[in-house]
């Protein structure tokens, strides 16, 4: 096949296009469907080799093999190798172990897998992984093993009109399961094959019917098809089940671009497109680890020097990597040969090192391993906390069997529960665990109003009605649910900008008080725990690249807190509560006059930018009257 120099300005539209939305999602909020415009010229490319090969009885799955690893793999390797070392000297121990995983899934192409059972594309967890990006990679390599083998047997059913009606009943079969799964299964859709297997399919259909030599059409559907692409990136957004039917918009358009076959547009074959173009599978590769570490970082204005890195990333490995010529083998005893796949069997080996070693924490000073070793939250977390309902009589009891506490709120309350439980531990007296995560106080809220509203009234109704429970310990990250998260704008504020809601939240808070209170003999409230500008492992993260001591490490500062929990404080101190409610103050456990702390004496008082660590929720707990702890 002749240089399609459509599909190479294709290759420049999609590859701007994600660049775009990953450094500055408002300008180009549909910028991830590049992604699929990248499919839809796979498919159609692979299919144009293989049915050729087929059609003239050369076809040879090993040879086609090697040949796909041959394109993609070098420069794949050669970025995990290159985030490996990086890694070794600016990532802590679970940031390493977690890019030793995710290096080693890449060049197995499994790292769709990975990230499908972790978390979602769109989350703020994802911009800590480093090649979350090789997703689509996966994808496509899982694929170019199927494909030819669907192919092949297709050719011996009907030849090539057999793999034509094939492709278009799958085609048309896929699609409807990618529109339906990805409102059912959203992240599953995402991140696997079988929903994004009918846009590769599409492609292979520009392939297999192509469009009669009509300049007057050609010249519509080429600018119709552009037109389609560059509507889905200004008017989609991540808000949209994606890959559903919406993905049709990108997804025709390249199809519309790839049937027009015209070399001579401007819009694909200009300078610029076509350079792009050329480089567009490095520019891919490098540029989400650049967008990370500007977001690692919190580098001003990254977007400017960050897409140039990009570029320039990419015309090198383009240059020196991707325009290697490897050798070409075609029979199984010579694969010993294929040096790409030595250099991904490197990766392989390396990035499971890492993971075996977890993170090798030996790389840091005594006092950075103490502060790291000390980031941990509670071991009854995963038994205890819940995030969808369950009866409160199945709520977890710790460690002694006299059980004279109850522990009551959302995630905020997991630790304070167990550090509480070590301290009465001594007493062989215990807690009862009531914790339900993201919970706002719903005590006053109608039936059905949120995940958590029966839970919360039920356990409620729980705790006063247990003689055993003479006294309740109750938090809740209030400002977040007043006002929402803290973090992003940091320091800004966020508004509370529902006063109902507010107000709502705050009637039944007081509501839990009085009801506990009329039945226990003391209610403790926490006050709101100080949140920290970002997560502690990224605070001590940056002090490990100044070489600062992690003894002790300032968060948020005493003025912040004061702003950012103004609405709750006040509340709190005009609330007429029984005399048997008592404040507990993080403040006094957790500050100075200033600042408030997120190391103190080289242990870490935080697991996350929110939640206190066991050793922070101890130091909370000992603000408790003695003779009740």
Same mark, same amino acid.
């Given at each position: 096949?002749?240089?399609?120099?459509?599909?190479?300005g294709?290759r420049?539209?999609?590859?701007i296009?994600?660049?775009l939305?990953?450094?500055?999602?408002a300008?180009?909020?549909?910028g991830?469907?590049?992604?699929?415009?990248?499919?839809?010229?796979?498919?159609?490319?692979?299919?144009s080799?293989?049915?050729?090969?087929?059609?003239?009885?050369?076809f040879?799955?090993?040879?086609?093999?090697?040949?796909? +690893?041959?394109r993609?793999v070098p =420069?794949?390797?050669?970025?995990? /190798?290159? !985030?490996?070392? #990086?890694?070794?000297?600016i990532l $802590?121990?679970?940031?390493?172990?977690?890019?030793?995983?995710?290096?080693?899934?890449?060049?197995?192409?499994?790292s769709?897998?990975?990230?499908?059972?972790e978390?979602?594309?769109?989350?703020a967890?994802s911009?800590q992984?480093?090649?979350?990006h090789t997703?689509?990679?996966a994808v496509?390599?899982?694929f170019y093993?199927?494909?030819?083998?669907v192919?092949?047997?297709?050719s011996r059913?009907?030849?090539i009109a057999?793999i034509k009606?094939?492709?278009?009943l799958?085609?048309?079969?896929l699609?409807?399961?990618?529109?339906l799964?990805s409102?059912?299964?959203?992240s +599953?859709?995402?991140?696997l094959? =079988?929903?994004?297997?009918?846009? /590769?399919? !599409?492609?292979? #259909?520009?392939?297999?019917?192509? $469009?009669?030599q009509?300049?007057?059409?050609?010249?519509?559907?080429n600018v119709s098809?552009i037109?389609?692409?560059?509507?889905a990136?200004?008017?989609?957004?991540?808000?949209i089940?994606?890959?559903?039917?919406?993905?049709?918009?990108?997804?025709?358009?390249?199809?519309?671009?790839?049937?027009?076959?015209?070399q001579?547009?401007?819009l694909?074959?200009?300078r610029?497109?076509?350079?792009?173009?050329r480089?567009?599978?490095s520019i891919?590769?490098w540029?989400?680890?650049v967008?990370?570490?500007?977001?690692?970082?919190?580098i001003?204005y990254?977007?400017?020097?960050?897409?140039?890195?990009?570029?320039?990333?990419?015309?090198?490995?383009?240059?020196?990597?991707?325009?290697i010529?490897?050798?070409?083998?075609?029979?199984l005893?010579?694969l010993?040969?294929?040096?790409?796949l030595w250099?991904?069997?490197?990766?392989?080996?390396m990035?499971?090192?890492?993971?075996?070693?977890?993170?090798?924490?030996?790389?840091?000073?005594?006092?950075?391993?103490?502060a790291?070793?000390?980031?941990?939250?509670?071991?009854k977390?995963?038994?205890?906390?819940?995030?969808?309902?369950?009866?409160?009589?199945?709520?977890c009891?710790?460690?002694?069997?006299?059980?004279?506490w109850?522990?009551?709120?959302?995630?905020?309350t997991?630790?304070?529960?167990?550090?509480?439980?070590l301290?009465?531990?001594?007493k062989?007296?215990?807690?009862?665990?009531?914790s339900?995560?993201?919970?706002?106080?719903?005590l006053?809220?109608?039936a059905?109003?949120?995940?958590?509203?029966?839970?919360?009234?039920?356990?409620?109704?729980?705790?006063?009605?247990?003689?055993?429970?003479?006294?309740?310990?109750?938090n809740?990250?209030?400002?977040?649910s007043l006002a929402?998260?803290?973090?992003?704008?940091?320091?800004?504020?966020?508004?509370?900008?529902?006063?109902?809601?507010a107000?709502?939240?705050?009637?039944?808070l007081?509501a839990?008080?009085?009801?506990?209170?009329?039945?226990?003999?003391?209610?403790?409230?926490?006050?709101?725990?100080?949140?920290?500008?970002?997560?502690?492992m990224s605070m001590?993260?940056?002090i490990q690249?100044?070489?600062?001591?992690?003894?002790?490490?300032p968060?948020?500062?005493?003025?912040?807190?004061?702003?950012?929990?103004?609405?709750?404080?006040?509340?709190?101190?005009?609330a007429?509560y029984?005399p048997?409610v008592?404040f507990l103050n993080?403040?006094?456990?957790?500050?100075?006059?200033?600042k408030?702390?997120?190391v103190?004496a080289?242990q870490?008082?935080?697991?996350?930018?929110?939640?206190p660590s066991?050793t922070g929720?101890?130091?909370?707990?000992?603000?408790?009257?003695?003779?009740?702890?």
């Open positions: 096949m002749n240089f399609r120099y459509d599909i190479n294709l420049a539209i999609a590859v296009a994600v660049v939305f990953h450094f500055k999602p300008w180009l909020p549909g991830f469907a590049g992604v699929d415009v990248f499919f839809v010229i796979s498919g159609f490319l692979m299919t080799i293989v049915v050729r090969a087929i059609d003239e009885k050369r040879g799955l090993l040879k086609f093999y090697l040949a796909r +690893a041959n993609i =420069a794949l390797a050669i970025l995990c /190798l290159t !985030l490996l070392v #990086l890694g070794w000297f $802590l121990p679970e940031e390493y172990a977690a890019l030793g995983k995710h290096a080693w899934g890449s060049v197995a192409f499994i769709n897998f990975m990230y499908w059972q978390a979602g594309y769109f989350d967890a911009h992984k480093w090649l979350l997703w689509s990679l496509e390599w899982q093993l199927l494909y030819p083998l192919l092949l047997g297709l059913l009907g030849a057999g009606r094939g492709v278009l799958l085609t048309g079969g699609f409807i399961y990618s529109a799964t409102v059912l299964w959203p +599953a859709s995402y991140y094959l =079988a929903a994004r297997a009918w846009e /590769l399919l !599409l492609g292979g #259909l520009a392939f297999l019917y192509p $469009l009669s009509n300049q007057k059409y050609s010249r519509i559907f098809g037109g389609l692409i560059v509507a990136y200004v008017l989609v957004d991540e808000s089940s994606w890959p559903g039917y919406m993905a049709l918009v990108p997804v025709a358009g390249t199809y519309l671009v790839l049937i027009a076959a015209r001579d547009s401007i694909t074959n200009n610029a497109f076509q350079a792009l173009g480089w567009s599978y891919y590769l540029h989400w680890p967008v990370v570490l500007g977001y690692r970082y919190d001003t990254w977007w400017i020097p960050g897409m140039l890195v990009c570029v320039l990333l990419g015309f090198i490995s383009y240059r020196f990597i991707e325009n010529k490897w050798r070409r083998l075609e029979h005893f010579d010993w040969q294929a040096k790409p250099l991904g069997l490197l990766v392989i080996i990035g499971s090192t890492v993971v075996i070693y977890q993170g090798v924490i030996e790389r840091f000073s005594a006092p950075m391993q103490q790291l070793n000390s980031v941990t939250a509670s071991p977390r995963e038994q205890c906390h819940i995030d969808e309902y369950q009866n409160p009589t199945e709520a009891e710790y460690f002694g069997k006299d059980i004279r109850a522990v009551f709120g959302d995630s905020h997991v630790e304070l529960a167990y550090a509480l439980a301290q009465l531990k001594q062989d007296q215990g807690v009862k665990h009531f339900f995560s993201g919970c706002s106080p719903s006053l809220h109608a059905g109003s949120s995940r958590c509203t029966r839970w919360y009234k039920e356990s409620v109704k729980a705790i006063a009605e247990d003689n055993r429970i003479q006294h309740v310990l109750i809740h990250r209030y400002s977040w929402g998260e803290h973090g992003e704008d940091y320091p800004k504020v966020p508004d509370i900008t529902n006063n109902a809601r107000q709502r939240i705050v009637k039944s007081d839990t008080i009085h009801t506990l209170a009329a039945a226990k003999q003391t209610v403790f409230i926490t006050l709101p725990i100080p949140e920290l500008p970002k997560p502690v001590l993260a940056d690249i100044t070489d600062e001591s992690p003894e002790h490490l968060g948020a500062t005493i003025a912040y807190y004061q702003k950012r929990n103004a609405f709750i404080l006040q509340h709190f101190k005009q007429q029984p048997n008592k993080p403040v006094k456990a957790l500050c100075n006059k200033q408030c702390m997120a103190i080289g870490a008082l935080y697991f996350d930018d929110n939640h066991v929720a101890q130091r909370i707990i000992e603000l408790l009257p003695e003779k009740l702890r």
